[in-house]
């Protein structure tokens, strides 16, 4: 029996290695949508078991909103300690930690009592471990997606990164679909309801188990990246600090216009488009559900061609042609499902997976546009700080739509937020460079953002 090569036996370890992390970044990130997903769409069925009966309903759906808020705002929180731990301890290291963290943390909320055991401390309890889940949430894209990337062929970079992000709509498809059949099989309408009173906890409880068996996974499987462990010493400051000044900064401004717009573009989608298919287009909430679903499914195939496109004609070129698309076609596909022109589910379904398609493959590629963006000294903490902290002002997009309601009929408001967030992104894109040639190996960190090298073999 022949050995192979030495060269080619080192080249075998590396792609196993490198596929080991691209795997371990992509369900670390199922997981993370997965528990995002749980107070939007398994707590709503069982809210009373933790608000007391006769809550008015203005105040119900502030609680609701605090319960989802607290994730957001935790994020960033956690992008910012994680990519710290990230660039000066290992990527591997604050990956294991922060799936350790929110399995725990949505352990915890899956034994949490009601309202008529603790009373109103039940829903602080609640909203205190969604906040701390949202920090340890905000660190495992922060660190795992990088560790991926900096182990992938630059050739390869855009379908990896893809890749890893069709975690988000598989999760989103997941979780839906989970929810759809315990509600199908476990009554729920009440605090006293056997969903209320444990139905919900099901997937709380599957979530826990599958990031903490991840973490077990991750620790055995992935190591840290060469980038990370080869390189050269800093000047000393902090990643946060570093990143706050000279390129860095200029860098870090244009992400953060660029996914602005990507996240304003979403909220229409993600938040607003639900209550549209069943208030325009007239479709049950089952039916909403499904048709949900199957753009999710398509969107999670669609990523990969994204991310294959973009190594071929380059991440500011896509970017550019996304932000387009949503600022013209996005609007005028959502009123199209909003005006209830459309009649029966599958022509509904057929503009929805239009739409999504649309404004969300834009994911597929700003992942990898943003690790990209920055050396590897700040990286992590580019990429969690760029990616969370630019949801904050998008988040507001509920007033946005009151404040345009004075000019407008409130239903075409989302029009007007989806041409915005378009520009927004191709504003974001035109001002940064083309990065699909980078080098994501060791660079100083006093070194400029970007050190393009030569395009030979750029392809897959």
Not at 31 to 57: C, N
Not at 86 to 108: K, M, N, P, Q, W
Not at 169 to 178: D, F, N, R, S, V
Not at 185 to 203: L, M
Request: charged share 10%; aromatic share 10%.
């Amino acid at each position: 029996m022949t050995e192979s090569p030495p060269h080619v036996a080192s080249t075998e370890l590396e792609r196993g290695r490198g596929r080991k992390a691209r795997v371990g970044a992509q369900v670390g990130l199922f997981i993370d949508m997965f528990d995002v997903y749980l107070p939007v769409i398994v707590l709503g069925p069982a809210q009373e078991y933790f608000t007391p009966a006769g809550l008015p309903d203005a105040t119900a759906k502030i609680l609701t909103a605090a319960i989802f808020v607290a994730t957001l705002l935790g994020r960033p929180l956690g992008a910012l300690i994680f990519g710290h731990l990230s660039d000066r301890r290992g990527r591997r290291r604050a990956s294991i930690a922060s799936l350790v963290g929110f399995g725990l943390c949505t352990l915890l909320i899956g034994l949490l009592p009601g309202y008529a055991t603790l009373g109103v401390t039940a829903v602080v309890l609640l909203v205190a471990l969604r906040f701390l889940d949202g920090v340890f949430l905000g660190g495992q894209y922060t660190a795992a997606t990088p560790l991926a990337l900096e182990q992938s062929p630059k050739a390869r970079r855009g379908f990896t990164g893809a890749v890893i992000m069709t975690g988000f709509p598989l999760a989103y498809c997941a979780i839906a679909l989970l929810t759809t059949a315990l509600l199908l099989v476990i009554p729920a309408g009440g605090p006293s309801t056997p969903y209320a009173q444990w139905g919900w906890r099901i997937p709380f409880f599957l979530g826990a188990v599958l990031a903490l068996g991840w973490a077990w996974w991750y620790a055995r499987n992935v190591q840290e990246s060469d980038a990370w462990r080869e390189r050269e010493p800093g000047s000393g400051r902090s990643p946060v600090a570093e990143l706050l000044r000279g390129g860095n900064l200029r860098g870090f401004l244009q992400v953060f216009v660029l996914m602005s717009g990507i996240w304003l573009a979403f909220n229409m989608v993600g938040a607003v488009l639900p209550g549209v298919l069943r208030t325009g287009a007239g479709l049950t909430g089952v039916q909403s559900t499904l048709v949900l679903v199957v753009a999710y499914a398509v969107l999670a195939a669609a990523y990969v061609g994204a991310g294959v496109l973009s190594q071929r004609i380059g991440r500011k070129p896509f970017l550019i042609a996304q932000g387009v698309l949503t600022a013209v076609a996005a609007p005028l596909l959502f009123l199209l499902i909003a005006s209830g022109q459309l009649a029966g589910v599958v022509p509904v379904a057929v503009a929805v997976v239009a739409l999504v398609l649309v404004v969300v493959s834009t994911y597929a590629v700003v992942s990898t546009y943003i690790v990209e963006r920055f050396h590897v000294g700040v990286r992590s903490s580019a990429y969690g700080l760029g990616y969370t902290t630019a949801v904050v002002i998008p988040s507001f997009y509920a007033f946005y739509q009151a404040g345009l309601a004075r000019f407008l009929p409130y239903d075409l408001t989302p029009l007007v937020l989806l041409c915005a967030g378009g520009v927004l992104i191709v504003v974001g894109a035109v001002s940064g460079p083309e990065t699909r040639h980078v080098d994501l190996g060791a660079q100083p960190a006093e070194a400029p953002a970007l050190q393009p090298t030569r395009k030979t073999g750029d392809r897959p």
